[in-house]
């Protein structure tokens, strides 16, 4: 073994990583990873996730994804919280001038207690669930508030989540009576040069022994970046280094000054808070702050890793971003057939003719799927099931239909889509940055995948991956060079590298991992087959769909077993790529989008085994559409078409990196918004 690859810590997929030369990818997805842990483990998980078990066995009772219906007292409260907003909204009143959300908003809907939704009532909050606050966002986003929606949902996911699971009972005392009065609290993680590598975090903090208290250094590109509801005089939680050169992070909450202020003679810090200029949740502030030697009181610093916070908080607010999905696509449906029912298309109404029905359809269905995913979700997370993987697909399905419902109102409604007044202009950018933030959606698609197999890759790929790292290194110990790494066993290496290609093979046969992955295939295989005969006879015969309605029953069966066929498709890939899979992310996206449809496919099914004659029928389309997008999605029938996509990429890659792409290369790019040092632009 080489000596990176000791640390048994690591998970498979990390080590693979290494072993294969992908050192810098290696150490973040480690970090990454060990967050990720710690967070589920403060959340109290206890189970294997619903994903991991409908794949690997053993199969969860169907009752666990039938939703729960909600507190009538709930229902009344939320109305209140509607009513009020849409009579803000009514008279005028929502946004301010500059059109963003106005005091008169707030303040009309923190009667009932909204910006203290789920904080406990000790604390001056109201109390309720995520479940219950999922279906207000829901509403909200759907009466045309998206961007209270935004709000509410980062000041009670990121925001008062991470405080409650992790602040001490003083921090607590001190901030969510705050929070709960509606005083706004953002979470500051990105940096002008830190997107998606949130390991890379260069923000700093220093202790100040002779104030007794912490310095904050968030200067030049590491200023804090796209911070939501980041404002003058506001709260912050911002994650920070613990020393300049220090690998941990920390997290902090402290309140913002009044106003900008620069460091001088009479002023020991510096600070700004600027728009950052996004386009992207426009009634909402967002802003770039700067930090200079900035005071924060000791007492203020969460004991926790900065990293961890936010996956812990991302949980809630993934599904949170799904709500407002469903909500947003409720308001496309209802735009998209108000037109379509009055206006005069090519022979008769819009609304007769089957394309602009079947757009509607699809953002019914979106909104369904999201509603239905974001539901399961949060309910498996009152039963502190582990949501691993299941929240990933949550949020990059609603995500994902959001665009697509976004781009049907968008047909349906013809030109009058793009009217600067139109809710569906009011939501575009909007609909945009939700692929984007709370974890970019094909990212997390592959966190998703690893996550899921993560358990079955650690158990039975190991003896794979330790003859590969024993092979991959030299007399002396040492990792070989790239083009003498050895990526994968087969006839190419036994070609290329003979000697070390058969040791690699006889260390194989001899190891013990190989036969308990072959014992785990046969006892697999036989289990299938003894479960052949529920998957032939007929579906109204099966106990386990007898609650569905019997439009919705095959599509459960066909989810249900395809899902566990991807154990197959999984170890498939495995075998034909090996170490080369830690660089293969498309045929991985197509094996988590498929995940993906089939996960939403059950969730929209169970979500229509309890619901109204009417979404029973959207239900029941949005499974099919599904069905159809499955079918779209094959992966080990298509791995010669996708081989042969990744060569024709890596040469048209090839150009665009050595800058010989003659379509671009006449063509001066546009300054980069918030340069970075090392940007040439
Ligand atoms: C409206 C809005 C609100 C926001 N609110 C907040 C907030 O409140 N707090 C906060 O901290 N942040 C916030 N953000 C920031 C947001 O989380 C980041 O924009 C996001 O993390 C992406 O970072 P980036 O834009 O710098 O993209 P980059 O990090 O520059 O990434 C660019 C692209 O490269 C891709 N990429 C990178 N690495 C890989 C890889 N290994 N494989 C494949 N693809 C890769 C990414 O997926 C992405 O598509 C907000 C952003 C917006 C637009």
């Not at 073994?1 to 990583?17: F, G, Y």
């Not at 009513?83 to 059109?99: E, M, N, P, V």
């Not at 006889?506 to 785990?520: E, G, H, T, V």
């Not at 309890?610 to 791995?639: H, N, P």
Request: with cysteine.
């Amino acid at each position: 073994m080489t000596k990176q690859s000791e640390d048994s810590q690591d998970s498979i997929s990390v080590r693979a990583l290494r072993s294969s030369g992908n050192l810098k990818y290696a150490e973040e997805l480690a970090a990454i990873e060990s967050a990720e842990k710690a967070a589920d483990k403060q959340g109290g998980k206890r189970s294997t996730s619903l994903v991991q078990r409908l794949i690997y066995g053993p199969q969860p009772d169907s009752y666990e994804m039938r939703p729960t219906p909600s507190d009538p007292k709930s229902r009344i409260h939320k109305e209140q919280i509607i009513d009020a907003a849409k009579d803000c909204l009514s008279r005028g009143q929502a946004f301010t001038a500059d059109g963003k959300l106005s005091s008169e908003l707030r303040s009309a809907v923190n009667e009932y207690n909204v910006y203290g939704y789920t904080i406990p009532q000790e604390f001056g909050g109201a109390g309720s669930s995520y479940r219950e606050l999922a279906e207000l966002e829901e509403d909200i986003a759907a009466n045309g508030l998206g961007g209270l929606a935004v709000e509410i949902s980062g000041q009670l996911t990121i925001g008062a989540g991470g405080l409650i699971a992790y602040g001490s009972d003083e921090q607590k005392s001190l901030f969510l009576p705050l929070l709960a009065e509606g005083q706004l609290m953002a979470f500051a993680l990105t940096e002008v040069k830190v997107g998606v590598n949130a390991k890379k975090v260069s923000t700093y903090v220093e202790f100040d022994e002779a104030n007794d208290c912490w310095r904050l250094f968030a200067t030049g590109d590491s200023n804090k970046l796209y911070i939501t509801s980041a404002k003058h005089g506001g709260l912050i939680a911002v994650v920070a280094r613990l020393g300049q050169d220090s690998r941990k992070l920390g997290l902090f909450i402290t309140q913002l000054p009044e106003n900008d202020s620069q460091k001088g003679l009479d002023n020991d810090f510096g600070f700004s808070c600027q728009p950052s200029g996004t386009e992207a949740f426009q009634t909402n502030i967002n802003s770039r702050l700067s930090f200079d030697n900035f005071p924060i009181p000791e007492s203020n610093r969460i004991d926790a890793d900065g990293l961890e916070v936010l996956f812990y908080s991302l949980a809630m607010g993934r599904c949170m971003l799904s709500a407002m999905s469903a909500g947003f696509q409720r308001l496309y449906a209802s735009e998209a057939v108000n037109y379509a029912k009055h206006r005069d298309g090519v022979g008769g109404r819009v609304i007769n003719h089957e394309l602009p029905q079947l757009s509607i359809g699809q953002i019914l269905g979106g909104a369904l799927q999201s509603r239905s995913l974001c539901h399961l979700s949060l309910q498996q997370n009152e039963q502190h099931i582990n949501l691993s993987g299941l929240r990933d697909i949550t949020k990059s399905a609603a995500a994902g239909s959001l665009l697509e419902s976004l781009s049907c109102a968008e047909r349906v409604i013809g030109g009058r889509s793009l009217n600067q007044d139109s809710p569906v202009s009011a939501t575009r950018a909007t609909a945009h940055a939700f692929s984007i933030v709370e974890g970019e959606n094909d990212l997390i698609i592959l966190g998703m995948v690893r996550e899921i197999t993560s358990n079955f890759v650690n158990t039975y790929m190991t003896g794979i991956l330790t003859v590969l790292d024993e092979i991959n290194v030299d007399s002396q110990g040492n990792p070989v060079s790239d083009d003498k790494r050895i990526l994968s066993l087969g006839l190419k290496s036994l070609f290329k590298f003979p000697g070390r290609s058969l040791r690699a093979i006889l260390k194989l046969l001899i190891s013990k991992s190989l036969w308990a992955l072959l014992a785990w295939m046969l006892k697999h295989a036989i289990l299938d087959i003894l479960a052949l005969p529920k998957r032939i006879l007929p579906v109204s015969w099966r106990p386990r769909y007898a609650k569905l309605p019997p439009a919705l029953k095959a599509y459960a069966r066909y989810a249900e077993s395809r899902l566990q066929d991807q154990k197959w498709t999984y170890l498939g890939l495995n075998i034909f790529y090996q170490l080369r899979l830690t660089r293969a992310q498309i045929p991985l996206l197509i094996f988590g989008k498929r995940i993906e449809f089939l996960m939403s496919m059950l969730a929209v099914v169970y979500a229509g085994s309890v619901a109204t004659e009417d979404i029973q029928a959207v239900a029941a389309l949005q499974a099919e559409l599904l069905k159809q997008k499955v079918k779209t999605k094959r992966v080990l029938r298509s791995l010669p078409a996708i081989e042969k996509l990744r060569r024709r990429l890596q040469r048209v890659s090839g150009f665009v990196k050595s800058d010989d792409c003659s379509m671009i290369n006449d063509i001066e790019p546009h300054t980069i918004p918030h340069a970075w040092s090392d940007l040439k632009n």
